[in-house]
């Protein structure tokens, strides 16, 4: 039935979408109740991370019976601006988005909010100081992510006097995720002076680049004792890069990364990583429920947090196999 009615607005797209959000942010719109256009601009495919978070987004807009217009913007934000426009001009019931960056967002956030279209932030967060410019910001706590590693580590060498040589892998430079996870990490190491960041270098969160960036590493730094990787798939290639150099990954090198997505999780279990804070990238079920209150113009909590939690090896080794991402 859902599926039928999906099928009907796709098939009468425009038409249908003009009709059913004449209502805007009003009581409930006029005619089709339920019928809700979501335009969801994604940041890129960059890594497992973002290919389940798709995959999320996408089931639960078909099961909530959501019309999904969604676009990629492979990693830049000129592509989400113009992805944010055009859903504007489509006149959508409403427009998430995970912000690839913090800033500049303010000018096509206001130009939804002139059009009285409700926008949700998900996953990333934005800069903007006026934050009546979205109704929501559902995702991670990207410094709490940053703490634990640091904890780990702080307790992993807990009994040591010696310097730490640390590097560190980020994320994209200026999201908020490879912002946070660094403040985060630095909060907690930087109370002990022994533990020292002697390489900090973005490695974009693909597989590539990271392996990429640690081969440049381990050239220049021949004592590195812990790698800190902003996401798994980073840490996956610089597993190769740190294999290909002759070391042991795990042993000589330990590595912390963030996420936990399947193959993060096997190399865990494995050995060659040593511990992995979650991050969840299952955003769909509560998005497409807040999207459907922010249309029917109810009250929804400014910021949603996401529950999550962290792996050692023999954690990972229980889980694995019940992992769905
Ligand atoms: O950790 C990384 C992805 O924004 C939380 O983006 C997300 C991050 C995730 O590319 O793997």
Redesign the pocket.
């Known amino acids: 039935m859902l599926k039928r009615i999906s099928a009907l607005v796709i098939a009468g797209l425009t038409a249908l979408s003009v009709s059913a959000c004449g209502g805007g942010s009003g009581s409930g719109g006029g005619g089709g109740d339920d019928a809700i256009t979501m335009g969801f601009s994604q940041?890129g495919a960059?890594?497992?991370?973002?290919t389940a978070n798709t995959k999320s987004v996408q089931d639960s807009a078909k099961n909530a019976g959501i019309t999904l217009k969604f676009s990629d913007a492979q990693q830049k934000q000129e592509n989400q601006i113009k992805a944010i426009r055009s859903f504007i001009q489509q006149k959508v019931d409403v427009i998430a988005f995970?912000p690839v960056v913090e800033s500049g967002w303010d000018t096509v956030l206001k130009e939804a909010k002139d059009a009285k279209i409700p926008v949700i932030l998900t996953?990333?967060a934005v800069d903007s100081k006026d934050t009546t410019l979205y109704k929501t910001f559902l995702?991670?706590d990207?410094i709490e992510e940053g703490k634990k590693a640091g904890q780990w580590l702080v307790e992993e060498y807990k009994d040591s006097t010696d310097p730490v040589n640390i590097v560190e892998l980020q994320?994209?430079t200026g999201?908020?995720?490879a912002n946070d996870r660094k403040a985060g990490f630095q909060e907690i190491i930087g109370a002990d002076s022994k533990f020292k960041i002697i390489a900090s270098q973005t490695g974009d969160?693909t597989r590539a680049k990271g392996k990429e960036v640690m081969e440049a590493f381990l050239k220049s730094n021949p004592d590195i004792d812990v790698l800190y990787a902003?996401?798994?798939?980073m840490g996956l290639g610089a597993i190769e890069a740190i294999e290909g150099a002759g070391k042991v990954p795990g042993k000589d090198i330990k590595i912390i990364t963030?996420?936990a997505v399947k193959d993060g999780m096997q190399a865990l279990a494995d050995g060659k990583i040593n511990y992995i804070v979650e991050?969840s990238?299952l955003l769909g079920p509560q998005l497409m429920d807040l999207a459907k209150k922010v249309v029917k113009g109810e009250q929804v909590p400014a910021r949603v947090v996401t529950e999550e939690t962290t792996f050692t090896q023999e954690q990972a080794k229980d889980a694995l196999s019940s992992r769905q991402y």
């Open positions: 940041v960059e890594s497992g991370w973002r995970s996953d990333r995702g991670s990207f994320g994209t999201s908020a995720p969160f902003h996401n798994d798939d963030v996420d991050c990238p």
